[in-house]
């Protein structure tokens, strides 16, 4: 390329990451937001240990960030993110021009990407995943420049992608591609060059030590606490947490392999993934290796296929990145075959591609200004009383208590307790020095050899049965599923509602009042703030959130009509359907609520 040329691509990268960043401000999320956000905030407000791998580049970035004078830390650190992946969209379209793929074609690639729904939606809170698709473009753009004689730029390689695997191990996976990328040119590795490309990728990978560093000055927010070298090195690798991560099913992993091909089309747009498939069949004859490379990168969404969260698409975008960059490869082949017409044919694609994908995606990411997740948190708090225990299901929950009582100082001395991390010995262990309970063997052997929805009950039990002669003990309303109810805690205790949460009782206590009971729920309800609720969304990160309230309801209506409250039963189970929640769990409303009216 020519200097001319150099220059109007990064001009055009410079716009493409304006483009996308205008995007991602419109729909930025002004509080904390879904999954992780409040959490890796909280870690950067307070320099902590974020959970596994810990994310120290990460934390520290955020906490340069907080340092902006904006009234909410959520909104300085959600503003990183969103600059974060628009630089990763910059560098994106620089490593599709030398891929090499038509200025058009780099043009299709960063705007399918940087508008899919994903990773749009993970720019616009505080995540993690907007820095790691930097790095990867950024090894993109190196490996090729490499290959393509500046073999000196591996070096550079080696040390981003140092930096990579210090901010998420996974990012090994992507050598096998990223070494195919490298040798596209025919070009042979400079062996003179393997000793400052190792001393080069360890120098990055250090970014990890701030993880140990971190831990010895014993932060506020604590992870594992690695605070020795076999500590962490068992949290960088998450190697404490990994039962609780790969137990998906075979059928679970199955669903989702098939169900990958339409994924991409509902993240990049069925336009864009037929641009792709087009893109395969011209780079298996114009450059097998990129091709190969690009396979090999799309191929590490088997490790977010295998990988067992609720939401596993985050760990796909390196895999929708590839496809993007297949998308852009497509876009080329077409517009050579367009001839005269190539202009107006570069303007259909753009509008078909990119186009459709914003359009697609637009009303999705625009739910992500809600306050959806802080009010959650807020209302949870009202709901608990000083000194309270509270067990939650999920993290998202979790991570908004966690966020309001160290940054807000609400209701501080409220302990906090996940359900799912009961598994891990490590958080057992952690418990057991403020509670006195049995080690994690006994209590695995309390559990049984069962289903994990009774084995997580079972070791609920265990901490309840210990954990309520020193406070008073609250569940939260996603951990009440329908096996629940079948479960050893509903034999040994008694769960009373009270808003959004339930109080758990020896069996054996004092019934409580009805006046009391009711009082206190209105009380709560009326104090809550519900202004987010009401709206309809479609992610579903929101939606679950909204059937913990109308969940709660639906709990407090039936408890009501267990104890014979026939009129305050119909009146909680009205309440819960006027709550947007989806039609199979209002099925079940409808149904409780006919037996009310029959009693």
């Not at 609400?410 to 359900?419: E, G, N, Q, R």
């Not at 808003?499 to 209105?522: A, C, F, M, Y």
Request: proline content about 6%; overall charge positive; hydrophobic content about 45%.
């Amino acid at each position: 390329m020519t200097e001319e040329s150099n220059k109007t691509d990064a001009f055009i990268a410079s716009g493409m990451g304006l483009l996308v960043l205008s995007g991602y401000l419109i729909c930025l999320c002004h509080l904390i937001g879904p999954g992780d956000s409040a959490e890796l905030t909280l870690a950067a407000l307070k320099l902590g240990i974020a959970h596994p791998p810990g994310y120290p580049l990460f934390t520290w970035l955020g906490r340069i960030a907080t340092f902006i004078p904006l009234s909410e830390p959520a909104f300085a650190t959600n503003l990183l993110t969103a600059l974060i992946g628009a630089a990763a969209i910059s560098f994106l379209y620089l490593a599709a021009r030398i891929s090499p793929i038509s200025r058009i074609g780099s043009i299709v690639t960063s705007l399918c990407f940087g508008f899919s729904a994903t990773f749009w939606q993970n720019a616009t809170s505080h995540e993690v995943y907007t820095l790691t698709i930097l790095f990867l473009a950024l090894l993109i753009f190196f490996c090729i420049q490499s290959g393509s004689g500046r073999p000196k730029m591996a070096i550079a390689a080696a040390f981003v992608l140092g930096l990579a695997t210090s901010h998420q191990p996974t990012a090994l996976f992507w050598l096998p591609g990223l070494a195919l990328l490298s040798f596209s040119r025919q070009r042979k590795p400079g062996l003179n060059l393997i000793l400052p490309c190792i001393l080069l990728f360890l120098l990055g990978f250090s970014a990890s030590l701030g993880t140990l560093i971190r831990a010895t000055a014993r932060p506020e927010i604590n992870w594992g606490n690695p605070v020795n070298l076999s500590g962490f090195f068992r949290h960088i690798t998450g190697a404490q947490y990994n039962s609780l991560s790969f137990g998906v099913s075979k059928a679970t992993a199955r669903t989702h392999l098939f169900g990958f091909p339409l994924l991409c089309a509902s993240e990049l747009g069925i336009p864009s993934v037929l641009l792709s498939l087009t893109g395969i069949a011209t780079l298996f004859r114009r450059n097998r290796s990129s091709l190969i490379g690009f396979l090999l990168i799309l191929a590490t969404a088997l490790f977010g296929i295998c990988y067992n969260v609720p939401d596993y698409k985050p760990h796909l975008l390196p895999s929708f990145m590839a496809v993007a960059f297949l998308a852009g490869a497509g876009t080329d082949f077409i517009i050579n075959k367009s001839r005269k017409y190539w202009k107006l044919t570069a303007l259909f694609l753009i509008i078909l591609g990119p186009g459709f994908t914003i359009l697609n995606n637009l009303r999705l990411n625009l739910e992500n200004r809600t306050t959806i997740v802080h009010d959650l948190g807020i209302n949870l708090l009202a709901s608990l009383p000083a000194h309270a225990a509270f067990i939650y299901g999920s993290d998202v929950t979790g991570n908004a208590v966690q966020f309001l009582q160290a940054n807000e100082n609400t209701k501080p001395d409220v302990f906090l307790i996940s359900a799912e991390m009961l598994f891990s010995s490590t958080y057992w262990k952690t418990l057991r020095q403020k509670i006195p309970l049995p080690d994690f063997e006994t209590a695995l052997l309390r559990a049984g050899n069962r289903p994990k929805e009774q084995r997580k009950q079972r070791l609920v039990s265990v901490l309840a049965e210990h954990l309520i002669i020193l406070r008073p003990v609250y569940l939260g309303t996603g951990l009440l599923t329908p096996e629940f109810f079948q479960g050893p805690l509903v034999e040994k205790f008694q769960l009373v509602p009270l808003g959004i949460v339930n109080w758990l009782l020896p069996k054996q206590e004092t019934t409580i009042p009805k006046d009391t009971i009711l009082h206190k729920n209105q009380e709560v309800w009326n104090s809550y703030k519900l202004k987010s609720l009401r709206r309809t969304y479609r992610l579903p990160e929101f939606q679950n959130i909204q059937l913990i309230y109308a969940s709660s309801r639906n709990n407090l209506g039936m408890f009501c009509l267990e104890q014979g409250w026939h009129k305050e039963a119909l009146k909680n189970l009205n309440a819960s359907l006027s709550i947007p929640a989806p039609e199979q769990f209002k099925a079940v409303v409808r149904q409780n609520r006919q037996r009310a009216i029959s009693h």
